[in-house]
């Protein structure tokens, strides 16, 4: 057994089922040893795409989404897509090469050297662990999996020079599967939380995708039904709670009507978030100043921004599911009361916010709710950073968790193409549409040839209005564009038919509904340009 063979029975023992990656001088044994144990190996065309497909691939299934990068410029492609993993707590395992053990830290000039690859990987990911003998793999494995199974998610790094990776072990091998074990509060702040609970008259939930993450879904609804709770989400946390539900506020905390709601509320529970700039309105969010608060990030209790920091707060460090669970069980024990909002007023909130955007804004309110009527509830939508998500990022509804996806923790683009491939190939039979503009579609178009080859039948809805149409809108409102920021595109229709991809041109936003549901139809690979430029939603203006 070489050291490649090592790495790939540990993934197999720990359940992984398929890589992303780009085979290269260094990296290859992996690859090929990958094949040879029935681990699929998805070849893509850019090593950042690699990462935004297994980033994806984690955040739909829950599980270790796995990148394999050549030694240097590989590697170095691939780290716009680990700062995102990091930004969005998502569980990616970059496998990195590395030049063989005699020549690192010499500048010999070997092929691929990189001056500082582990400091490269480090500042991006939550850490990176080198290899320095074929029998430390399968401790180091060991303990990624075990952080990121009992830690908050986070992407992690793995290097192994290549001499290591063709070498043979001198110790036998021996690796042992890591099981999670969920983390559980403190015992004595957990009938604190509940006292506060059973004492609120009007609470509401505020939840993240650290509550997706852990699967505390079900929980939070028994709570929200047992609270007559009204449950509000960041952007991440998007379908933790159906937003089809009469309890559910969505993303829409920062409306008008729905903060006069907040306004009578008396305790907020908060599981699995940090709060974040897009997610709140710029911190503009407003919540009752008790809290409850759960995560399985210590830290991030000290790290909220001091416009939404509660001021009387208990603190549960623990897994979001099972501390619901103990808050849920402890909480029927205590005597039943009324409690919380009547769900005719949670009703009428959210009616008045779609109302007052609708009247404003018909045709782009209607593209939602047309695309919303045909894609199935558990269809996932996969963004990148274009007007149309700014749009579904507060007023798509979304029925299920982790079938939203966006790249908003580094707020990047590109992320849209590769993500949508990545979350098919995860789940080949849910639908999968991805909401792409121009200029972010042609950060990785090319992985329309990875979509072909490996039958990855999501479709693409493309908005080209041949511009950056976030920056410059931002731009535009402080009177700084200078006339030459159009961009230059191809035919989009002809690039697409080019790779072998269905592709067609649509004129109207009506019509967009009709075309996405024959598309999902013929199950195949499509590519719908709208060329036509979304106004911004009013949280943009």
């Not at 986070?154 to 042992?176: C, T």
């Not at 100043?289 to 208990?314: C, L, M, N, Y």
Request: hydrophobic share 45%.
């Amino acid at each position: 057994m070489t050291g490649a063979e090592a790495v790939v029975e540990c993934l197999k023992a720990q359940g992984v089922e398929l890589v992303f990656g780009i085979r290269g001088l260094h990296i290859t044994p992996v690859a090929t040893a990958a094949k040879r144990q029935g681990i699929r190996f998805i070849e893509v065309r850019n090593e950042q795409s690699a990462a935004f497909m297994a980033d994806a691939y984690a955040r739909v299934t829950g599980q270790v989404g796995v990148v394999l990068a050549g030694t240097g410029a590989g590697t170095a492609a691939t780290m716009v897509g680990i700062q995102e993993a990091y930004c969005s707590s998502s569980p990616v395992l970059l496998l990195s090469s590395q030049i063989e053990r005699a020549h690192l830290h010499k500048g010999w000039g070997d092929v691929h050297e990189v001056k500082d690859q582990h400091g490269l990987i480090s500042n991006v990911a939550e850490a990176c662990y080198d290899v320095m003998a074929p029998s430390d793999i399968p401790q180091s494995l060991q303990t990624i999996f075990s952080r990121m199974e009992n830690e908050r998610p986070r992407p992690y790094g793995l290097e192994v020079p290549v001499d290591v990776l063709n070498a043979e072990p001198a110790a036998p091998f021996l690796y042992q599967p890591v099981v999670c074990t969920p983390k559980l509060p403190d015992e004595t702040r957990l009938e604190d939380a509940v006292e506060l609970i059973a004492g609120a008259r009007r609470p509401v939930i505020y939840a993240g995708g650290g509550a997706i993450a852990s699967g505390a879904g079900q929980a939070i609804g028994r709570l929200a039904e047992r609270l007559n709770a009204p449950v509000l989400t960041s952007i991440k946390g998007k379908g933790v709670f159906s937003e089809a539900h009469d309890l559910s506020l969505g993303n829409l905390g920062t409306e008008e009507p729905v903060q006069s709601l907040l306004a009578r509320a008396d305790l907020t529970i908060v599981v699995g978030t940090r709060f974040s700039n897009r997610s709140t309105g710029k911190w503009s969010l407003r919540l009752p100043s008790r809290w409850v608060r759960i995560d399985i990030d210590e830290q991030q209790f000290a790290k909220t921004h001091p416009s939404i920091q509660g001021s009387h707060v208990v603190e549960l460090a623990g897994d979001a599911r099972i501390t619901v669970e103990a808050i849920l069980g402890r909480l029927g024990k205590q005597p039943s009361r009324p409690q919380g909002f009547e769900r005719s007023e949670v009703i009428k909130a959210k009616r008045q916010v779609l109302e007052s955007v609708r009247a404003t804004y018909p045709a782009e309110v209607k593209l939602l709710e047309d695309l919303r009527g045909v894609v199935r509830g558990d269809a996932i939508l996969a963004n990148d950073s274009a007007m149309a998500t700014y749009w579904a990022r507060r007023y798509f509804e979304v029925h299920e968790p982790r079938t939203f996806l966006w790249a908003m923790g580094s707020g990047t683009i590109g992320f849209g193409l590769p993500a949508a491939i990545g979350a098919k190939l995860a789940k080949p039979d849910c639908q999968v549409l991805a909401l792409c503009g121009d200029g972010g579609f042609l950060y990785s178009c090319q992985e329309l040839a990875t979509a072909v080859k490996y039958r990855a039948a999501i479709v693409v809805l493309l908005f080209n209005n041949n511009a950056f149409g976030v920056v410059d809108y931002a731009e535009r409102k402080a009177g700084q564009l200078f006339g030459d920021e159009a961009l230059v595109n191809p035919d989009f229709v002809a690039l697409a038919k080019s790779f072998g991809a269905d592709a067609e041109r649509v004129d109207s936003l009506e019509q967009i509904g009709q075309v996405v549901e024959k598309a999902f139809a013929r199950n195949r690979l499509t590519v719908i340009e709208v060329p036509i430029a979304l106004r911004p939603p009013p949280d943009l203006a």
